[in-house]
């Protein structure tokens, strides 16, 4: 009898406890996934007001990163004037031109 006893005593507070882990678990798992698909969604490191275009000095949405390792910042317009002149030496291009949209649409 006092063996049974001690178990369903400890039992209880037992399956609370791991009730308890798991909700925490699967609450953890689903904010790694939205952090996961956050990441997906935004770029690497997102372009700011910091961020200049190196021809004219205006906000850059463009980040061209080129074979060299080097980047080249550019506003929409240089983008668009340089993207053809760039192609052979540009690993990647960062284009966030989505994002001035936005900012026309935020001012209104
Ligand atoms: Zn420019």
Redesign the pocket.
């Known amino acids: 009898m006092f063996p049974i006893q001690m178990t369903e005593m400890s039992e209880e507070p037992l399956k609370l406890e791991q009730y308890q882990k798991d909700q925490r678990k699967k609450t953890s798992i689903r904010r790694e996934e939205d952090r996961m698909s956050e990441q997906l969604i935004l770029e690497p490191t997102p372009l700011n007001a910091i961020d200049r275009?190196d021809?004219?000095?205006?906000q850059a949405y463009v980040r061209a990163t080129l074979l060299n390792g080097g980047e080249l910042l550019?506003?929409g317009?240089?983008a668009k004037e340089y993207a053809e002149g760039l192609k052979p030496v540009v690993a990647k291009i960062q284009d966030e031109t989505n994002k001035l949209a936005e900012v026309a649409s935020d001012a209104r």
């Open positions: 275009c021809r004219c000095g205006a550019f506003c317009h240089h």
